[in-house]
């Protein structure tokens, strides 16, 4: 899957939220998105995703124009990773992922052996498959997350969209997230995420898109476009940017004064 954004701008009412946003994101790459917030990133996404209509320019999925696909359709083009979700009753994790199953049904239509056997395989992709019996209110964060990618995966679609996948986890199931994302784009999927974690962007992001004031203000490989000026007028911090040991590798380091 790839996407093209080509001159996207949105308002609510006479308040300018995105303006004049063009980006592409070829077949199997990740591409994390930083930016304040505040600064558009949701509504860009809910603008993809197809939630929000009324917007100028296009978005387009595999060449096709999402304006002109029904919303019921759009599932199986792009899944959507939300940052957390508590479900109202207690599901077990297989039927939390069999849902993502069910977006090429009518909701009427019961999951069988088939849509069992792939929620199956889409736990085993991000290696919970252990998990499948297990309740879904009773895992832990990192857990829940790789099983809302489950279900993500479910659905068939391979553009991804995720909106700070890791903001409420720990250290190590950020991590343990991340590496299980970035597994995906070698997989064949194309993922688009939010972060407020630059470090994070530039150690599994193939590109990455730096946004402020509802304008895309840089894009690119990490290497070429991280740097302290960009993060400063991002966030409005001083940061140092340094090399790792092998020389290539960049990292962000907070500068107090």
Not at 19 to 43: A, C, Y
Not at 58 to 77: E, Y
């Amino acid at each position: 899957m790839m996407l093209s954004v080509d001159r996207l701008s949105f308002s609510f009412g006479q308040r300018p939220v995105l303006r004049d946003i063009s980006f592409s994101i070829p077949h199997g790459q990740m591409v994390s998105l930083l930016g304040p917030n505040g600064t558009g990133k949701s509504t860009l996404f809910r603008c993809i995703l197809g939630l929000l209509t009324g917007y100028s320019g296009s978005v387009l999925v595999d060449g096709k124009n999402t304006a002109r696909i029904r919303l019921s359709d759009m599932a199986r083009l792009i899944a959507y990773i939300p940052q957390v979700h508590y479900p109202a009753f207690n599901f077990t994790v297989l039927d939390m992922v069999l849902m993502g199953t069910s977006s090429r049904f009518s909701a009427l239509y019961m999951p069988g052996e088939r849509e069992k056997e792939k929620a199956l395989l889409s736990l085993e992709m991000m290696g919970i498959q252990d998990l499948a019996l297990r309740n879904y209110m009773m895992i832990s964060g990192g857990e829940q997350q790789l099983v809302l990618m489950a279900r993500a995966l479910s659905q068939d679609s391979r553009l991804l969209i995720m909106d700070e996948p890791t903001a409420s986890l720990d250290f190590g199931n950020q991590t343990r997230v991340m590496q299980c994302v970035r597994s995906l784009t070698s997989k064949g999927y194309t993922i688009l995420q939010a972060t407020h974690n630059p470090n994070q962007a530039i150690m599994f992001s193939d590109q990455i898109m730096a946004m402020s004031g509802g304008r895309i203000i840089a894009q690119g490989e990490p290497g070429d476009v991280m740097n302290a000026a960009l993060i400063e007028e991002i966030y409005g911090i001083r940061v140092r940017v340094e090399c790792m040991d092998d020389g290539k590798t960049r990292y962000c380091v907070p500068v107090f004064e």
